[in-house]
């Protein structure tokens, strides 16, 4: 129950609530001085969200890969590292199980699980570069994980352009369905929304997120380190190995964001032309879950969810999708200026406060 | 010079902060030419006082009458303009610059579009004869010693026409010459008709220096009066509000088996300076030695040294004859050191961690704790149950962030985790620093407890009185290297000075 009220604190829920009013406030002032119905265009937003099993469906397919790179960025922020790399780790993700996906044939009950920690492992291990160059040599693991996407983003398009491309395509050959992790029957009764075990694999590690951090030593000494790195060293803790340990592990989820994104929804890697944009994405989310399991759930099914009914919103209401983001940004703006939102509240809390005073 | 008249009058001054009652109606005055001391407590009240002094903070409610006239100071820049001039105890200087230089900072002689140098240097030569001050006003910041840097702060309060000098625990950093050399800087400035204010807590230079004293606790002035009229046992208790024994009691104790034995340890310092130059000592059970010396002589680097926590280039380290030299801080830890580190919100806590977390810091990994990967927060939260009434940490909680904790009792939690390892070897690195009277009085009592278990306690300190209180032996530091060692019992301010000065002849005095 503590747990609870410590993740549910009223100024923890209460300021992203609001920033996420101001948000739509300030998208809807973009819209109406574009012309465009605000009111009209929040409702074709829900409107797309919810009004179809497929719409829910394909919302969900939306906002499991954010959870993924939102835990990312959590878990590494908690160890006091900023894993701006995540989207690397999420492209060495999909090639890893890519590459057993297609090259291997093996019985489903091992292709697919065998596909699934093959990418994990290639997300962690590519953080753990960032994790060990930190540790090692002092490199700043902003400046070498944002270079490391760009390594990440041409390596995996040269492994598929060589090895595992189609004659005549820019894209791999299909994954084996042995290694595919679709959930047939759900994706019938949505209507053929792209339904995979992903989705619940990400919950798992929402729990398994909570459970490493706050129950395990290992947990104790990452948090340790990343409140006070000093005072860790002083306690005899290994701080180097633990940093590493946290790129590693903030890896294996965001390359688990990229391993669903092709055994779950597309079947095969495209030679891309820029990277996804999931895992910078889950810089956002982290942001708006304030880096906390839950928060990052939310913050992922908020974003997704705003993303993917802005489709509805040009649809219903002519706004373009660039408005969409701005109104993506003014929220994610007002979360990350904290202070700026709790400004704004400050009178009504004052008013509150002064009365519960005077009732008293 | 006439006394009669006011330099500062404080009437009445309130100053309130969200849950606290910093300054309530307090009265003060200050007589022009005296030298009259501030004394509380930390968190007592005095720095917001001469922070509105100052004009960093305004008043709530009450008056500022500076020579006879009311005024309201606004900022820094108009208490200036009123004669106003503050030394700090973290000194605002450019390191890199000339003493000359910092001293005109803002206020520099221009000749044309360029500064006087030459000017400037005359300029803060003669104000610094004048008081005795003797700085080099072409001497860079960086090469100068710490008490030679605050007299540069004090010269640039002077530069600026103070007439009233606020000295912010000023001896806090300087060696026993330093302050000697101090006290009659300030004698000198008071001589010469500057009205002083000395905040301080320390009992000994308030009777030393000034001529009068107002004792503050709480936010409240609990009485003003001339030092003639008083001792040190009443100020603290007039300053603590409760009988207080600076007596630590200590019995004769035989020392018993070696604990701790260090051999010609050498460690590069950051310069290529050794910053351990063959330091060699052996500390016995029920003893305590302690390490005097100037900061920055190489007594971090010895405390890395034994606890691991930076390799030596040569040299040992045996722990009951055991060899711990360059293992791992977490290898010593469990060989039986404790350690009270001396910045505690850097080293000793994690803030942002609960009371009770903090008690594991460094033994979380024990079975104790649960034998698989979880961590058994039960029988965490029951040891720190237990610490936290055994040791008398006052919190609102063991759940409560260590953050929120007074400054003593983050010092006692950190005392119960240390000495509930139950080390052989205590190493407690100003275990005082920035407590008050009563938090002082507790530490110093669990130390000589803890010695007279028959730990073997290494204490470094850069107060004199407290060497002397808790030691058994004396060894003082100097450039790295173990000047040589006094007898706790035979106290000699003056030649422990010289040695911390380095002096040799009063080393081999010693014999």
Redesign the interface.
């Known amino acids: 129950m503590d747990t609870v009220k410590k993740i549910f604190n009223k100024s923890s829920i209460l300021v992203p609530l609001v920033a996420i009013v101001l948000g739509l406030i300030v998208g809807a002032i973009a819209m109406l001085a574009g012309g465009y119905n605000p009111i009209l265009a929040y409702t074709s937003l829900l409107d797309k969200l919810f009004s179809t099993p497929y719409n829910v469906g394909e919302a969900i397919r939306a906002i499991t890969p954010l959870i993924f790179t939102g835990l990312a960025v959590s878990f590494a922020f908690r160890t006091g590292l900023f894993n701006i790399g995540v989207e690397g780790q999420f492209v060495m993700g999909m090639t890893g199980a890519t590459i057993i996906g297609v090259l291997l044939d093996l019985p489903w009950y091992i292709h697919a699980p065998l596909a699934v920690i093959t990418g994990a492992v290639f997300g962690g291990l590519w953080a753990s570069i960032a994790g060990y160059l930190k540790a090692k040599r002092g490199v700043n693991e902003v400046i070498s994980s944002i270079m490391l996407n760009w390594i990440a983003l041409f390596l995996s398009n040269f492994i598929v352009a060589k090895f595992l491309v189609e004659k005549g395509q820019q894209k791999s050959m299909p994954i084996h369905d042995s290694a595919m992790v679709k959930i047939d029957w759900l994706i019938k009764l949505m209507d053929n929304a792209r339904m995979h075990w992903g989705t619940l694999i990400a919950i798992v590690c929402v729990i398994v997120f909570y459970i490493v951090l706050w129950r395990t030593k290992q947990g104790y000494e990452l948090r340790a380190v990343g409140h006070n790195p000093d005072a860790a060293l002083y306690a005899g803790m290994n701080v180097n190995v633990t940093m590493v340990k946290s790129m590693f592990i903030s890896g294996v989820f965001a390359g688990l964001g990229g391993v669903f994104e092709i055994l779950g929804v597309f079947g095969n890697q495209t030679v891309m032309a820029s990277s996804p944009g999931y895992g910078f994405d889950g810089i956002a989310v982290a942001l708006l879950g304030g880096n906390t399991p839950i928060g990052v759930l939310l913050g992922a099914a908020l974003f997704g969810g705003l993303s993917y009914g802005s489709a509805g919103m040009s649809f219903g209401a002519g706004v373009p999708p660039e408005v969409v983001r701005i109104v993506i940004g003014a929220v994610i703006f007002f979360v990350a200026s904290h202070g700026l939102v709790k400004w704004f509240l400050k009178p009504f809390l004052n008013k509150r406060a002064s009365k519960r005073k005077e009732a008293a | 010079m006439d006394r009669s008249l006011t330099a500062v009058q404080l009437k009445g001054i309130t100053k309130r902060f969200p849950g606290l009652v910093a300054n309530d109606s307090i009265n003060f005055e200050l007589k022009k030419g005296e030298i009259h001391a501030l004394l509380g407590e930390n968190g007592a009240g005095k720095s917001t006082l001469m922070n509105i002094l100052f004009g960093l903070y305004q008043p709530d409610e009450g008056e500022i009458w500076i020579n006879g006239q009311q005024t309201v100071i606004d900022g820094a820049s108009r208490a200036i303009e009123l004669g106003i001039g503050m030394v700090h105890q973290h000194f605002k200087l450019v390191q890199p610059f000339t003493v000359a230089e910092n001293i005109v900072l803002g206020n520099e002689p221009v000749k044309g579009l360029k500064i006087d140098y030459k000017l400037a240097n005359e300029k803060v030569r003669s104000i610094s004869e004048r008081y005795g001050l003797k700085v080099d006003p072409q001497a860079r910041i960086k090469d100068i010693t710490v008490g030679m840097q605050q007299r540069v702060e004090i010269l640039k309060t002077l530069y600026r026409g103070a007439e009233i000098v606020i000295f912010d625990e000023p001896t806090a950093v300087l060696t026993v010459q330093e302050i000697e050399e101090l006290i009659e800087i300030i004698r000198n400035l008071a001589a010469e008709g500057k009205s002083i204010i000395i905040i301080t807590h320390k009992l000994k230079e308030v009777m030393a220096l000034a001529d009068s004293v107002t004792v503050i606790r709480r936010g409240k002035v609990i009485k003003t009066v001339t030092t003639d009229e008083t001792n040190e046992q009443q100020l603290a208790e007039l300053m603590v509000g409760r009988d207080v024994s600076f007596e630590v009691k200590k019995t004769k104790r035989e020392p018993g088996e070696v604990v701790l034995s260090v051999d010609s340890l050498q460690m590069k310092g950051e310069q290529g300076k050794n910053a351990l130059n063959g330091v060699s000592f052996n500390i016995r059970s029920g003893e305590i030695l302690g390490i005097a010396g100037v900061d920055g002589n190489g007594q971090s680097e010895l405390i890395y040294a034994i ?1 691991g ?1 930076k390799k030596v280039d040569s040299g040992s380290v045996k722990l009951n004859g055991r060899d711990l030299t360059n293992h ?7 060989a039986g050191v404790g ?1 009270i ?1 001396e910045d505690r919100h ?8 609960s009371l009770s ?1 903090n008690m594991i ?2 033994t ?2 024990e079975p104790e ?2 034998r698989s ?3 058994d927060y039960k029988a965490m939260d029951m040891l720190s149950d237990k610490l936290v009434t055994e040791f008398d940490v006052r919190s609102s909680g063991i759940q409560t962030h260590a953050r929120a904790l007074s400054g003593g009792n983050q010092q006692k939690a950190i005392i119960a985790r240390e000495l509930n390892k139950d080390p052989d070897l205590l190493i407690a690195v100003q275990p005082t620093r920035g407590l008050d009277i009563g938090a002082i009085e507790y530490v110093h009592k669990r130390l000589v407890q803890a010695r007279n278990e028959g730990k073997a306690i290494l204490l470094v300190s850069f107060e004199l009185d407290e060497l002397y209180a808790l030691s058994d032996r004396i060894g003082v530091m100097y450039e790295g290297k173990l000047m040589g060692e006094v007898d706790a019992e035979q106290r000699d301010d003056q030649q422990l000075g010289l040695m911390m000065a380095g002096n040799k002849q009063a080393a081999e005095g010693r014999g």
């Open positions: 606890t926590m791992s801080p977490r290898d010593v830890s469990i350690h580190p850097k080293h000793g806590l994690v803030l942002d961690f977390e810091l460094n979380y990994f704790f649960g990967l979880f961590i």
